[in-house]
């Protein structure tokens, strides 16, 4: 036996964030974690990599007890932890941070030479060697977080944990952490691997162990169970179908709500006319960098002033308090930069928003914390108490409640589960139902595919080098024309793909 987990609990003052939790995993296996918003995951992870103590229980590492007092005692073990929150160092250079735990000395000074050699060889096998040499503060999120798992793979593990990370990667980099696993696996390592993403946990992982409100439910080999049946036990009751509808309307006629003539996009200039329909949701699809966030960020009038027309009249959008006052919104997945106050209540946050739109009130904190299922104790707790998914419930659902007119949306889902992603996803299509836009950016080609499904007006708009490479409409919406379009030198393989490249009209 590899790794054993007996009996383990853990609590948080009143909270009980682990009980009794049982698990045993095989040396090269690959053992995902499945679990709802706070049901404990990363608490279990955090005990196993020595960041946080457990209350009771034993841990066993081929066949000994192990009781890791802190990370570097798990490191010396060679059991290590990557998650979303992490352990960089933005004014170091990419290799001294990938070497920083085991740093290599010629007397008293660094060996610069066999630095560069160990962290240069890891990132070859990363195909991320170009990031040598760069500060990992000028890197964009996805390479940071590929240049912590990097980290992790230079102090050869025995146990990896890979908590999350992949919720802020591109299609491009989850298959180079699926190589990775592959020869981590036949180097008999275990690999433990939270993600909410479906996909990824059946391309990486041999089996899953479901956690809900702090328990270990049992452990099944992922192919036997489908999607529905996993999501059923996560929830503790019986899912039918947790994707969209599934089929695409294909909209005769947009009635535009907001016209821009031109979207400024840093770097690669301006994207010509996009026009948005009232009810519809685009989706944002590409490889990462290629201006989606921009094309969100410009619409809300960050990036310099806009001009709009909205409901037929001209409008100069200069800032964000501009664009809230026209009934804009924007959420942000990147919540500890864009989304919450690290330091504040979860009623301050809220409050937050409140005082930007003046449009009504927003409603009290409890109320809006209760109908978005955050798992809390009172709302005068730090948000930072609240486990990673459900401080990104908050962050949306104070926003959803003000009904915003036009929706911007960058990645709001990561680190959501999945029963939470498709409940939001319901309300998203509410608002455009109502009347109202979604502009939603997504890492995940498949939620795109899967919330355009879900009202009568809808596109996935794929960007390449800062310009509209495809516009996807109806039956052309699905992951493979997405995929084709993310990389326009292959040829697009469906004809209804619409318009590509220069001058296009949206
Ligand atoms: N530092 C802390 N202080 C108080 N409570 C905490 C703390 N960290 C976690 N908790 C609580 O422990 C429980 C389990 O949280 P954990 O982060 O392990 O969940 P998770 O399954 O990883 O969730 P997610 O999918 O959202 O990341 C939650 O109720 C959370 O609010």
Redo the contacts with the bound molecule.
């Keep these: 036996m590899g790794l054993a987990f007996r009996d383990i609990s853990k609590r ?2 009143a ?1 009980v ?1 682990i009980k009794q939790a049982q698990m045993e995993i095989e040396e090269g296996e690959v053992r995902a974690i499945l ?10 992870a955090k005990i196993i990599g020595g960041l946080i103590s457990r209350d009771g229980g034993e841990i066993l590492f081929q066949g000994q007890r192990v009781d890791f007092k802190s990370p570097k005692d798990a490191k010396r073990n060679h059991v290590i932890m990557t998650s979303q929150e992490l352990s960089l160092f933005g004014n170091l250079t990419v290799e001294e941070n990938i070497c920083i735990s085991n740093i290599p000395v010629k007397g008293k000074f660094t060996d610069r030479k066999r630095l560069r050699k160990k962290a240069q060889d890891v990132l070859e096998r990363m195909r991320l060697d170009s990031l040598m040499g760069k500060k990992v503060e000028e890197l964009a999120a996805n390479q940071q977080y590929m240049v912590e798992l990097a980290k992790a793979l230079v102090q050869e593990p025995k146990i990896l944990i890979i908590d ?1 990370i992949t919720s802020a990667l591109y299609r491009e980099d989850v298959e180079i952490v699926d190589d990775i696993i592959r020869g981590l696996k036949k180097e008999g390592c275990i690999v433990l691997f ?1 993600s ?1 993403r479906m996909v990824e946990l059946y391309a990486m992982c041999d089996s899953v162990t479901i ?1 809900r409100n ?1 328990e270990t439910l049992g452990t099944y080999p992922m192919k036997e169970k489908t999607e529905d049946e996993l999501l059923s036990l996560m929830v503790g009751t019986k899912i039918e179908s947790y994707h969209g509808e599934g089929r695409h309307h294909q909209c005769a006629e947009r009635d535009v709500f907001i016209r821009a003539p031109r979207i400024p996009i840093p770097t690669y200039g301006t994207l010509e006319s996009l026009d948005i329909g009232k009810g519809e949701i685009i989706g944002v699809a590409g490889l990462q960098g290629h201006g989606q966030t921009d094309l969100i960020r410009a619409l809300y009038g960050v990036l310099g002033e806009i001009e709009l027309e909205i409901d037929g009249k001209v409008r100069k959008i200069r800032n964000a308090k501009q664009a809230v006052s026209e009934g804009f919104a924007f959420i942000s997945g990147d919540r500890e930069k864009d989304g919450t106050f690290q330091e504040r209540s979860l009623s301050e946050n809220i409050a937050a928003v409140q005082e930007l739109v003046k449009r009504g009130k927003i409603g009290n904190p409890r109320g809006i914390l209760d109908s978005f299922h955050v ?2 104790d009172n709302p005068g707790e730090l948000i ?7 401080q990104q419930k908050v962050v949306v659902g104070r926003w959803l409640c003000t009904r915003p007119r036009l929706l911007l949306a960058d990645d709001p889902t990561k ?1 959501i ?1 999945v029963k939470a992603r498709t409940d939001l996803h319901q309300l998203f299509a509410e608002l455009a139902r109502e009347g109202n836009a979604v502009i939603m950016l997504s890492s995940d080609d498949d939620e795109l595919v899967s919330i355009t499904s879900m009202v009568e007006t809808s596109r996935v708009i794929v960007m390449y080098e800062g310009r509209v490479s495809a516009i996807l409409e109806g039956d052309a919406i699905n992951r493979q024309n997405i995929s084709a379009a993310s990389m326009p030198v292959n040829s697009i393989h469906d004809a209804e793909v619409k318009n590509r490249k220069e001058g296009v009209t949206v």
């Design positions: 948080y003052g909270v964030a679990g709802g918003n706070g049901s404990g995951k990363s608490t279990l999350e939270i909410h956690m702090g798992h809390y930072t108490s609240l486990s990673g998914g459900n680190g589960d």
